[in-house]
């Protein structure tokens, strides 16, 4: 193994005696070089086992500790123990990993989301779906996936297919133009009539 001790791109750590690139070091401002004299590793282990002392000495139970292998972490929302791969970035941590792992961040992601634009939870989402009997509730063919609401109420209408939810929103949630278009394919398109110079009146 290289060292890197003596290096500007690497840095021994005082803790596991490694000498390791400079990015498995937190920052540290008080320090000449800007980074922590312990590695990443070391600080989360280090703050794990401060953890379970401070848990033992107010008498509260403590979670066994999982044997995690090297490159990997354990995901506190799902609790699987992922590859570094599977973890987004995040430079002010100890370990520089999200503290959920990718696939949670989507899923609490996909909940807030439906919670700030629709005011609903997935269960919510779910049943209506379960009631559509899966299927988008305007073509009834595609899967129902997109939620859609009418944006001066906020009022969620139901669960539609991508082409679906896309076709109404480019003829304005307009029922109008809809009832338009529909007599339009069936051959009976509504044609304006010349009231005055420059006036049209639509059939209605």
């Known amino acids: 193994?290289?060292?890197?001790?003596?290096?500007?791109?690497?840095?021994?750590?005082?803790?596991?005696?490694?000498?390791?690139?400079?990015?498995?070091?937190?920052?540290?401002?008080?320090?000449?070089?800007?980074?922590?004299?312990?590695?990443?590793?070391?600080?989360?282990?280090?703050?794990?086992?401060?953890?379970?002392?401070?848990?033992?000495?107010?008498?509260?139970?403590?979670?066994?500790?999982?044997?995690?292998?090297?490159?990997?972490?354990?995901?506190?929302?799902?609790?699987?123990?992922?590859?570094?791969?599977?973890?987004?970035?995040?430079?002010?941590?100890?370990?520089?990993?999200?503290?959920?792992?990718?696939a949670c961040r989507v899923i609490q992601g996909r909940q807030g989301h439906l919670k700030r634009n629709y005011g609903m939870t997935e269960a919510e989402r779910d049943e209506m779906v379960a009631s559509q009997m899966g299927l988008c509730v305007i073509c009834l063919k595609a899967p129902a996936i997109h939620v859609d609401h009418c944006h001066e109420t906020g009022r969620v209408r139901g669960v539609l297919c991508f082409n679906c939810n896309s076709a109404i929103g480019k003829l304005g949630d307009d029922p109008d133009a809809v009832r338009r278009a529909a007599a339009y394919l069936e051959g009976s398109p509504w044609k304006p009539t010349l009231v005055a110079p420059g006036v049209y009146r639509l059939p209605s």
């Not at 021994?12 to 005696?17: A, E, N, P, Q």
């Not at 008080?30 to 600080?43: A, S, Y």
């Not at 401060?50 to 995901?75: D, F, I, N």
């Open 1 to 102: 193994m290289t060292d890197l001790s003596d290096s500007p791109q690497g840095k021994r750590c005082t803790g596991c005696k490694r000498a390791l690139p400079t990015e498995c070091f937190a920052a540290d401002r008080n320090r000449c070089d800007g980074l922590q004299v312990r590695c990443r590793e070391c600080v989360a282990e280090y703050s794990a086992a401060h953890y379970r002392r401070r848990r033992q000495a107010v008498g509260k139970s403590v979670r066994e500790k999982l044997e995690v292998p090297h490159g990997h972490k354990l995901c506190r929302t799902c609790g699987e123990i992922k590859p570094h791969s599977e973890w987004h970035r995040n430079a002010t941590a100890s370990d520089g990993l999200s503290t959920r792992c990718k």
